[in-house]
Structure formats: C-alpha cells, structure tokens
C-alpha cells in the first residue's frame, strides 16, 4: 500500500481508475502517461524495473517463482512480456502489464482476486 501512495504522488491517478484496473486487470492503450508511469513506479518500487525502464528478469523470476507460478508461465513472462521494443519506460512498464495480465488470465481464469482501495487509503 505504502507504494501505491508514493507512486500516485509522483503520478497521480484517480481513485476510480485506480480500482477499474485493479478490479478488472483490463487495461486500455487510452491510459494516460500518468498512468503509464504510476505502473512503472511501481515496477522500480518492487524491484522488477530499473529507472530506465529495463527489467531486472532476476528479481521477477525470484518473485514469481516464491508465488509458486507455473514455469510455462515464469517462462513466457521474463522472455515474452519484457520484449518490448519500446525505449519509454512508462510505455514499457504499460505493455508488460497488459502481456502479463493476459497470460495470468490464460493460466488462472478462475483465479481472481479483487483489491478495491478506499480513498483514505490512497491520500
């Protein structure tokens, strides 16, 4: 939670689109920058990204392998989604969301956990 406060402060999003995506996990290539960016706030906040918009593919491999993800899926997710021919971080951090959201989607479908934030806990 606490990176999610950080990262709306350096590019905010809205409370409502905040939820839509996490809700839902469908994301629109009409997203904003912001939002572009607040997504790769996150990904340096966690490790999986580098200020640059590189992808630190040892840290994501330790991450979902401790999730226990398939390694059809660990796989396609390190040499796949972070294949992106983009030079924008904000753009990278977009694309590799939305590849991974929907090989997630191929592997769990039923799987789906719900995160809704109230606004006290974004402010």
């Not at 999610?4 to 350096?10: A, F, R, Y």
């Not at 226990?68 to 390190?78: C, I, K, Q, R």
């Not at 997630?104 to 039923?110: A, D, I, L, N, S």
Request: net charge negative; proline share 2%; aromatic share 12%.
């Amino acid at each position: 939670m606490r990176y999610i406060k950080i990262c709306n402060e350096t590019s905010p999003i809205s409370l409502t689109t905040m939820n839509e995506v996490l809700i839902n996990k469908k994301l629109s290539q009409e997203d904003s920058s912001d939002f572009q960016c607040f997504l790769h706030c996150l990904f340096t906040k966690y490790g999986w990204m580098d200020e640059d918009g590189g992808f630190l593919l040892t840290d994501i491999r330790s991450a979902l392998e401790e999730a226990a993800v398939d390694t059809s899926l660990l796989e396609f997710v390190l040499y796949k989604c972070t294949a992106i021919p983009s030079v924008d971080r904000c753009h990278r951090a977009f694309q590799f969301t939305e590849c991974f959201w929907e090989k997630v989607k191929e592997h769990q479908p039923e799987e789906d956990e719900t995160f809704v934030y109230a606004l006290d806990d974004v402010k």
